[in-house]
């Protein structure tokens, strides 16, 4: 079977929201540290191919306890990582609650401070609090002219102008996953991202938003520090 070339200008990303089985919490102490370390050597054996970041989650929703972020250019690499998820240690008790894939385009002819030789350097997971939530347009939204959309993209790009610190990123999924864009909004500090969410829903292009649930709140963590947290 042919494998999917790469594209210079294509970074495709896995949203990865994973529950721990409550039978881990049983096992005895010895035997989660063991697991633990497994899933950690699993995890760094890969960690200089691709864009990694976790989130802890645990706490703040019932249905998931960690995202797993990762952006490759290799689709194939992408997807046989993220299923190796569940093969060594900790993993054997991870369970998939929500999964998002998209592709975002990256900046053209930018070769110097790259991140894996692809991503420029913090253009994502810079900041510890996240919000990310899938979004499908109505039907009337590509019923506008061009102009028309852009003048709306233009009034939502000002308000996140005003925020200095939260960084915004959109991946699309058309053709690769249910939603049409997962929308990934960073920032340094909760209120500063409450607020201009806040003000982000108050906009027009907000008419034309037919879903965009569910929502997920996360909070940027070390892996170490977020398997001690959820067993």
């Known amino acids: 079977m042919e494998k999917a070339k790469k594209s210079p200008n294509l970074a495709y990303s896995s949203f990865m929201f994973l529950k721990l089985d409550p039978a881990f919490r049983r096992l005895i102490s010895n035997e989660k540290i063991a697991a633990k370390q497994e899933f950690e050597n699993l995890v760094a054996s890969c960690q200089e191919k691709i864009f990694l970041r976790t989130y802890l989650v645990s706490g703040l929703r019932a249905d998931c306890d960690v995202l797993f972020w990762r952006m490759s250019q290799d689709l194939d690499f992408l997807q046989e990582l993220c299923a190796r998820t569940f093969s060594a240690g900790i993993g054997r008790y991870l ?10 385009s990256l900046p053209e002819g930018q070769r110097k401070d790259l991140d894996f030789g692809f991503l420029p350097r913090d253009l994502f997971g810079r900041h510890k609090y996240m919000l990310l939530h899938p979004v499908i347009k109505t039907h009337s ?18 308000v996140l102008a005003k925020h200095s610190d939260i960084q915004e990123n ?6 690769l996953d249910e939603q049409e864009m997962v929308v990934v909004r960073e920032a340094r500090s909760l209120s500063d991202l409450a607020a201009a969410t806040k003000e982000l829903r108050e906009q027009r292009i907000k008419r034309y938003t037919s879903l965009d ?4 709140f996360c909070v ?3 892996l170490r520090d977020i398997l001690d947290a959820i067993n």
């Open 141 to 158: 939204w590509y019923d506008l002219s061009e102009d028309e959309r852009t003048s709306l993209q233009n009034e939502r790009l000002r």
């Open 170 to 175: 959109m991946f699309m999924s058309y053709g």
């Open 220 to 222: 940027g963590r070390d």
């Open 95 to 104: 369970t998939p609650t929500h999964s998002f894939l998209g592709i975002h």
């Open 213 to 216: 649930r569910p929502v997920f």
